[in-house]
C-alpha cells in the first residue's frame, strides 16, 4: 500500500510485536529509501494506515540506527521480524 502511494521503490524491516503493558500488536516499520529514489513522506506513511501512526526519521549515526532496530528485533521470541526482498543488498 504504501509503495503504491509514495510511487517510489525502498526496503524495509517490519517488526511485529504486542505492547507489554496493554498487549496492543503494533508494527515498528524501517523504512530505508533507496539512492536516485523519490523520498517517502511522513505524510504519506501516516494516510496509508488507518489506525494511529507516529512516524519519525531516524537519523542514520554510528550506533543509534542499529542498536534501535536490534533492540525491537531481540526484544522477545514473540517479536516476528519481517523485510523486503533482498533487504540487506
Same mark, same amino acid.
Given at each position: 500500500r504504501l509503495r503504491k502511494r509514495a510511487r517510489t521503490k525502498f526496503r524495509f524491516v517490519a517488526v511485529y510485536e504486542r505492547g507489554e503493558e496493554k498487549g496492543r500488536s503494533h508494527f515498528h516499520l524501517f523504512i530505508h529509501e533507496l539512492p536516485g529514489q523519490r523520498p517517502v513522506h511522513k505524510a504519506t506513511i501516516e494516510r496509508c494506515w488507518r489506525s494511529i501512526v507516529h512516524a519519525r526519521l531516524v537519523v542514520r549515526d554510528k550506533r543509534g540506527l542499529?542498536?534501535?532496530? /536490534? !533492540?525491537? /528485533? /531481540? !526484544?522477545?521470541l514473540a517479536v516476528r521480524p519481517r523485510a523486503s526482498v533482498r533487504y540487506g543488498q
Amino acid at each position: 500500500r504504501l509503495r503504491k502511494r509514495a510511487r517510489t521503490k525502498f526496503r524495509f524491516v517490519a517488526v511485529y510485536e504486542r505492547g507489554e503493558e496493554k498487549g496492543r500488536s503494533h508494527f515498528h516499520l524501517f523504512i530505508h529509501e533507496l539512492p536516485g529514489q523519490r523520498p517517502v513522506h511522513k505524510a504519506t506513511i501516516e494516510r496509508c494506515w488507518r489506525s494511529i501512526v507516529h512516524a519519525r526519521l531516524v537519523v542514520r549515526d554510528k550506533r543509534g540506527l542499529s542498536s534501535y532496530i /536490534t !533492540k525491537y /528485533t /531481540t !526484544k522477545s521470541l514473540a517479536v516476528r521480524p519481517r523485510a523486503s526482498v533482498r533487504y540487506g543488498q
